[in-house]
């Protein structure tokens, strides 16, 4: 079956202005997840859900950052008023249920964000 | 200093031999990953530990719970075992937190 999708896989963006990103999860994974991963640095965790509840989101950098999972499968990541420190990579990640520690969380290939 | 730390940042080997990463960390845990990161951004995941020890092919994992260390080993490398290689935490504390290190870049050369 097909993997985790994230789209757009890259894109720039000006100073100030708000981007959206989106994650497809694979069919039926419970456990869903967001990271940033800046250039040459590992991944940073910014949020986690189970199905549509956001159970955690002490990773988020600020309060320009929101994301959401309504219907607990395709995610989406906002950015507002975006700043040049927010460039990065940003993955996704799903696993099957919400037993984090014994799970395989499967990636997505990441939106790659410049914001000039 | 980082709560996940790995060693060596950066590692280049011929095509055949044994090579070792490691990863060392502060906090408490109840399980560990290691993850292979290819040019683009693609990662997957390789092990996940909580004890003991692992094997896939080529690929062999270990933990020492006591010593908070984990080993990757790749036996018989070979060119496109190139990739960063990433130790990730899931910590006792707190709800939820997913700890990465910086990752480890390793080219073998043929």
């Known amino acids: 079956g097909a993997g985790v999708s994230q789209s757009p896989r890259y894109k720039v963006a000006k100073r100030g202005q708000d981007v959206a990103l989106r994650c497809d999860p694979i069919s039926g994974h419970v456990s869903l997840f967001w990271y940033q991963q800046a250039l040459g640095q590992g991944p940073e965790f910014l949020t986690y859900f189970q199905n549509e509840a956001q159970l955690d989101k002490s990773g988020l950098p600020s309060d320009r950052f929101f994301a959401e999972r309504p219907e607990g499968s395709v995610s989406t990541l906002k950015i507002q008023r975006t700043q040049q420190e927010d460039s990065a990579v940003y993955l996704c990640?799903?696993?099957?249920?919400?037993?984090?520690?014994?799970?395989?969380?499967?990636f997505g290939p990441g939106t790659r964000l410049l914001v000039l | 200093k980082n709560e996940v730390e790995q060693s060596p940042q950066n590692l280049t080997a011929q095509e055949g031999e044994f090579i070792t990463i490691n990863c060392s960390y502060s906090v408490g845990i109840s399980a560990l990953h290691w993850l292979q990161q290819h040019p683009g951004g693609g990662i997957v995941s390789l092990f996940m530990l909580s004890s003991g020890k692992k094997k896939h092919g080529r690929l062999i994992a270990t933990i020492n719970i006591q010593e908070k260390h984990s080993s990757l080993h790749i036996t018989a490398s070979h060119p496109r075992d190139s990739a960063v290689y990433i130790c990730?935490?899931?910590?006792?504390?707190?709800?939820?937190?997913?700890?990465f290190g910086t990752g480890t870049r390793l080219k073998v050369l043929a």
């Open positions: 990640a799903s696993s099957l249920r919400g037993t984090l520690q014994q799970e395989t969380q499967y």
């Open positions: 990730a935490v899931v910590t006792t504390s707190g709800t939820y937190k997913y700890i």
